[in-house]
C-alpha cells in the first residue's frame, strides 16, 4: 500500500525567501505525482503534475521535482510572498490505479513580511 | 464555467440520520470522486466513478453510498450518520480515468459534523 509522508508539517520564513517542501513515498511503481495548494476553508488547487517519466516541470515561481528511485518529489517556491502562505499537499498516483490518489497530510507554510 | 460545485457548504447532523452531499459538475469530466479530510491523515478516497453508470469503492467506503445516473452529478448518500464521519468533504473531477490525463479539479468542500 502506497504511503506518502510530508515532513515538516509546518514551516515559516520571511517574505522573499527560497524554500523547499518535501514529499516522500514508500511505493516507487507511480504514474504520476502532483502537487497542491489549500488554502483555509477551501478546497485544492492543483499546481503542478509530474509524470513517471519526468524529473521536474516548472510553473512561474514553482519547481517541482521527482526521483522515483530515492521515493521522493520536492517544490521549490522561489522569492516566497505572503500570498503563497497555505498548505501544500503532495498526491501520488500509481500504475494501475486510475485516478486514485494517495495524499500526503500537507505542509502548513507561511510567508511572513 | 462554476466547475465542481458542493452543496451543502455545512451541515450539522444527529446520530442516526440520513443525508445526501450533492457534487455536480459542468465540465463534462468522465471521472468523478469523494475524499474525506480529517486532521492528521490527509485526504482519503471513498468512492469513484469512472462513468455514468459506473462506480467503485475507494479506501474507505463503509457507511457511505454513492451512484452516477449522469456525467454531471455524482452524490455521496450517508444513511446512518456516526459521529465518525464528521469530517469535510471533497468531491473531485477530471477529464478521464486513465492514469496521465488525472489533473483533478477540486469542489470547495462540505463540513459536516455529527452529533
Known amino acids: 500500500k502506497q504511503e506518502v509522508t510530508q515532513i515538516p508539517a509546518a514551516l515559516s520564513v520571511p517574505e522573499g525567501e527560497n524554500l523547499v517542501l518535501n514529499c516522500s513515498f514508500t511505493?516507487?511503481?507511480?504514474?504520476?505525482l502532483q502537487w497542491f495548494r489549500q488554502d483555509p476553508g477551501k478546497g485544492l488547487t492543483s499546481l503542478l503534475l509530474?509524470?513517471?517519466?519526468?524529473r521536474e516541470q516548472t510553473s512561474g515561481r514553482l519547481n517541482a521535482s521527482l526521483d522515483k528511485s530515492s521515493g521522493r518529489s520536492t517544490l521549490y517556491i522561489a522569492a516566497s510572498q505572503p500570498g503563497d502562505s497555505a498548505t501544500y499537499l503532495c498526491?501520488?498516483?500509481?500504475?494501475?490505479?486510475?485516478?486514485?490518489?494517495?495524499f500526503g497530510t500537507g505542509t502548513r507554510l507561511q510567508v511572513t513580511l | 464555467n462554476a466547475g465542481v460545485t458542493q452543496t451543502p457548504k455545512f451541515q450539522v447532523l444527529k446520530t442516526g440520520q440520513s443525508m445526501t452531499l450533492q457534487c455536480a459538475q459542468d465540465?463534462?469530466?468522465?471521472?468523478m470522486s469523494w475524499y474525506r479530510q480529517d486532521p492528521g491523515m490527509g485526504l482519503r478516497l471513498i468512492h469513484y466513478?469512472?462513468?455514468?453508470?459506473?462506480?467503485d469503492q475507494g479506501e474507505v467506503p463503509n457507511g457511505y453510498n454513492v451512484s452516477r445516473s449522469t456525467t454531471e452529478d455524482f452524490p455521496l448518500r450517508l444513511l446512518s450518520a456516526a459521529p465518525s464521519q464528521t469530517s469535510v468533504y471533497f468531491c473531485?473531477?477530471?477529464?478521464?480515468?486513465?492514469?496521465?490525463?488525472?489533473?483533478?479539479?477540486f469542489g470547495a468542500g462540505s463540513r459536516l459534523t455529527v452529533l
Open positions: 473531485a473531477s477530471s477529464r478521464s480515468s486513465s492514469s496521465g490525463a488525472n489533473v483533478l479539479t
Open positions: 511505493d516507487s511503481a507511480i504514474y504520476n
Open positions: 509530474i509524470q513517471s517519466s519526468q
Open positions: 498526491a501520488a498516483t500509481n500504475t494501475g490505479t486510475a485516478s486514485k490518489l494517495t
Open positions: 465540465m463534462n469530466h468522465e471521472y
Open positions: 466513478s469512472v462513468g455514468a453508470g459506473i462506480t
